[in-house]
């Protein structure tokens, strides 16, 4: 993980709430809650059950066509979107209530698993830098080519990855 920090700070200089923003092995809700002062909301851009791929079956460590919810939202305060977030669950490996909720589709992944006392560590897998395209550029407000700090993630349970999440947030946002 510090060799992927000094990959970027090679790059960009990151201010300790960046750093903490891509190593955070946390809630990440509750780090923006406590950052911008109030609670933070979930827009749901799209959510749909998908057949894994191979890529997305090597991902999760499940069997290509296993059913796998695909979710994109938007974490949001009140000055706008702090966070843009996919994610991708095996379905096989939720219990009832979890699954109900996630469905759901506008709850933070780290309330359900809070509210539900599901105890699971995560694993970061990559992060990096983009440069925001006209899509990025708009829903963060910031100009296109833009630096953006991405970060992706396994949420693990009973040995098992339960989710898969990439997080982009701006450069801007959190110096």
């Not at 890529?55 to 939202?73: D, P, S």
């Amino acid at each position: 993980m510090l060799e992927a920090l000094k990959k970027i700070e090679e790059r960009i200089q990151l201010s300790p709430v960046q750093k903490i923003l891509l190593t955070t092995d946390g809630s990440i809700t509750r780090i923006l809650e406590a950052l911008t002062g109030e609670e933070v909301s979930i827009s749901t851009e799209k959510q749909e059950v998908i057949k894994a791929d191979e890529e997305i079956a090597t991902k999760l460590q499940i069997e290509v066509g296993g059913e796998v919810n695909f979710r994109v939202v938007n974490i949001r305060s009140s000055g706008g979107v702090l966070m843009h977030a996919i994610s991708y669950t095996p379905l096989k490996r939720l219990k009832k209530k979890f699954r109900e909720d996630i469905m759901k589709a506008d709850i933070p992944i780290g309330k359900i698993m809070a509210r539900l006392k599901i105890e699971a560590r995560r694993e970061i897998m990559d992060m990096g830098i983009i440069e925001a395209d006209e899509r990025f550029s708009q829903l963060f407000s910031v100009k296109k080519g833009s630096f953006l700090l991405k970060r992706t993630y396994n949420i693990i349970h009973n040995n098992e990855i339960l989710l898969n999440i990439t997080e982009i947030f701006p450069y801007e946002a959190f110096r």
